[in-house]
């Protein structure tokens, strides 16, 4: 072959563990419906800036800190983390892992989330607690849109790992990992169900 891959680009996608995702997850989408009732700071907040939706990003951030289950929930994806970052070839040894910020999103029918990266950590992720039918996946960029200039666009039949947009649906009990300056968007939510997920950043030392 002539041509080969360079600098590809790692998304990581796994189920959290192996069984009890349905309990779990009832669990957690009913903390997630308390902390939206309890927490006004993030209501006013979302209005403004997530409209139709609630995330406790700008208010409740740090979860896994104050609230057991997210705190398991923490112990259970810093396994998955490991994995990803040894698939990325980082050195992480004598270094470790650390959860920075955890929050949670419900994206009730119409809510949308637009074009962003996670600044300040290395990997970033979401964990999917409820996905109805038909609600949107987890849609990522090719980060070296910005460097194309004059290239012709791309066929419609191109392949997966050409193409500039890719979606990763999102499937409850489902974790999704990447590198946190990867871009990446939710569609505008067309189920008639709310979707809730956890997301999360992480750093080393
Ligand atoms: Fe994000």
Not at 151 to 174: E, L, V
């Amino acid at each position: 072959m002539p041509t080969r891959a360079w600098f590809p680009t790692l998304v990581y996608h796994e189920p959290l563990q192996k069984s009890g995702l349905k309990k779990l997850n009832d669990e957690i989408a009913d903390e997630c419906q308390k902390l939206r009732e309890f927490d006004q700071a993030g209501r006013q907040w979302s209005a403004k800036n997530y409209p139709g939706g609630y995330t406790s990003y700008a208010s409740l951030n740090t979860l896994h800190r104050f609230s057991s289950t997210f705190e398991a929930l923490e112990r259970k994806l810093n396994r998955h983390v490991r994995a990803f970052a040894k698939d990325l070839d980082m050195d992480l040894k004598g270094r470790s892992i650390s959860m920075t910020d955890c929050w949670v999103n419900i994206m009730p029918p119409t809510a949308a989330h637009s074009m962003h990266l996670h600044p300040l950590s290395f990997i970033s992720g979401t964990y999917y607690v409820a996905t109805p039918p038909n609600c949107p996946g987890l849609k990522f960029e090719d980060p070296r849109l910005a460097h194309l200039m004059a290239a012709p666009p791309k066929k419609a039949n191109a392949r997966d790992s050409n193409r500039t947009y890719t979606t990763y649906p999102a499937q409850a009990g489902h974790v999704i990992l990447f590198e946190s300056w990867l871009r990446h968007e939710v569609a505008q939510n067309r189920s008639d169900a709310e979707r809730i997920s956890i997301s999360f950043n992480y750093a080393w030392s």
